[in-house]
């Protein structure tokens, strides 16, 4: 008799339809991680504004300058007189950290952070001010970073210039 080694048809199509299913079951798994590892990096981009902040405003306290990359687009340093106002300052720190490399970690085509009444999208920071003035005391920097689509669903921050403490709400 001759026997034909080999498998049938039947154990193919289960074999095929396994890995069909594993398959699957890890696309959607890697798609929850990517997604995951992206929120993580935007909030990471925002402790990373919100340290800058503090510690140019501590070298504010050492000396008159600061030096920032301040020009968008450009990796010029100048020198910025600590007495700028709040507006333009956010301004700078924004272009010197984008200047730096920081991108929306959902579209690298974008920065990781706004400001001057520009739109903003998913992995962004967008860079607010209120009271324009080194001298004024409630003068602030805000911060709202959206990590989904839902605008409901951000992260606030915010501190006030002459105090370097900030908080941070989900």
Not at 17 to 40: C, D, F, P, R
Not at 74 to 83: A, D, H, L, T
Not at 96 to 105: A, E, F, I, R, V
């Amino acid at each position: 008799m001759n026997f034909k080694k080999g498998f049938t048809l039947i154990e193919l199509l289960v074999v095929i339809a396994i890995l069909g299913i594993l398959s699957t079951i890890g696309v959607v798994a890697y798609n929850n991680y990517t997604t995951s590892a992206k929120i993580t990096v935007t909030k990471n981009n925002l402790y990373s504004l919100l340290q800058f902040y503090e510690e140019q405003l501590a070298l504010c306290k050492l000396s008159q300058n600061i030096e920032l990359m301040s020009d968008e687009n450009n990796q010029k340093i100048n020198k910025i007189p600590c007495s700028t106002g709040s507006g333009y300052l956010s301004h700078y720190v924004v272009n010197h950290l984008n200047n730096s490399g920081y991108k929306n970690p959902f579209n690298q085509d974008q920065p990781a952070f706004v400001t001057k009444g520009r739109p903003y999208s998913k992995g962004q920071t967008y860079n607010g001010v209120g009271g324009n003035s080194n001298t004024n005391p409630n003068a602030n920097w805000w911060f709202r970073t959206k990590i989904n689509d839902d605008n409901n669903q951000m992260i606030q921050s915010s501190f006030f210039r002459n105090e370097i403490k900030y908080e941070i709400r989900d």
